[in-house]
Nanobody, 126 residues
């Protein structure tokens, strides 16, 4: 399984970026997908997750209302109204899951996911 993120970059506060995650070596539709981020000196934290079908999503409180996760042949994270505190390396993650329309109970824990991308840097300046 290989996950490759793209779309990171540098923007000013209030700007937008769209991240994408392309998966190979997996039946994409059998996987719950998540986005996590890690800032320097901090633990990896949950950002968003989406079910197989895309009908179910969850977000961390810090990004709710600003970020949107979606999926078709890739998994995207649309990030609007970016803040300096959103600066981090963003990771795409995959978890094989048996239910097409739900998230696993620990969907917001990095240890729940089996496969990870290499990460893409997002930098937001004030």
């Amino acid at each position: 399984v290989e996950l490759v993120e793209s779309g990171g970059g540098s923007v000013q506060s209030g700007g937008s970026l769209r991240l994408s995650c392309l998966g190979s070596g997996l039946t994409f539709s059998n996987y719950v997908m998540g986005w996590f981020r890690q800032a320097p000196g901090k633990a990896r934290e949950f950002v968003a997750a989406i079910t197989w079908t895309g009908s179910g999503t969850e977000y961390s409180d810090s990004v709710k209302g600003r970020f949107t996760i979606s999926r078709d042949n890739t998994v995207a994270l649309q990030m609007n109204s970016l803040k300096p505190e959103d600066t981090a390396v963003y990771y795409c993650a995959a978890k094989r899951w048996t239910d097409f329309d739900s998230l696993p109970p620990a969907y917001d824990f990095p240890s729940e996911y089996e496969s990870w991308g290499q990460g893409t840097q997002v930098t937001v300046s004030s």
